[in-house]
């Protein structure tokens, strides 16, 4: 599928079988999306992401921060991060989401690039703490990046450039048939915050 950005707020699928990816377009003005993102760079309390594969640690160039309603115990690469309690900002831009989503979250994972020679190589949000056919809401400030799904059996692939102030939202069977990835791009020099809205389920 070709590359597109959204203009019309018009929702999309981008896949075209086996799941949902909803394309909402831009959610928030210009000028939001711009406070967000300077606020939410200057106040988040950012960390080196440290992942573990094939027993080596790796500690990547971005950063990362894990945040929810409570300090939920979030794993993932073989390693655990607990939730601080959702800032100010972060409320406020959950019940955006969920209003135009028209789903609940509890936690929120943000990623921060520094530019487009960070990126996240494939994989699948498919821990067993947010569920089966988890709802993953995305919502993108600072650089448009290019974001894209890769079907796990038939290959088939599928993108979109996501706009600052936009929202993906990933729900049905996405996380089992389909990968997703975020492509280094050496033509991007501004960084870029996304938040990946989400619902933990908790058991006991």
Not at 67 to 82: C, F, I, V, W
Request: net charge neutral.
């Amino acid at each position: 599928m070709d590359l597109f950005s959204n203009d019309s707020n018009e929702i999309i699928n981008l896949l075209p079988y086996e799941g949902v990816a909803n394309y909402h377009g831009k959610i928030l003005k210009q000028s939001e999306a711009e406070a967000y993102f300077d606020c939410l760079l200057k106040t988040i309390e950012w960390q080196h992401d440290e992942i573990v594969i094939y027993g080596k640690r790796i500690i990547t160039k971005r950063e990362v921060a894990w945040y929810g309603d409570e300090p939920y115990l979030y794993t993932y690469s073989n390693t655990t991060k607990q939730a601080r309690i959702f800032t100010k900002e972060l409320w406020e831009l959950k019940k955006i989401v969920e209003d135009a989503s028209g789903a609940t979250f509890n936690s929120c994972l943000l990623n921060l690039y520094h530019s487009g020679e960070e990126g996240m190589s494939w994989h699948s949000d498919d821990e067993a703490c947010f569920g089966h056919n988890a709802t993953i809401a995305s919502l993108s400030l600072g650089a448009e990046r290019k974001f894209s799904f890769k079907h796990k059996k038939t290959k088939q692939t599928a993108s979109v450039i996501l706009e600052n102030g936009s929202l993906l939202v990933m729900k049905d069977a996405t996380q089992t048939n389909w990968l997703h990835s975020l492509p280094k791009s050496v033509t991007v020099g501004k960084a870029r915050i996304n938040l990946t809205f989400r619902r933990m389920i908790l058991v006991g």
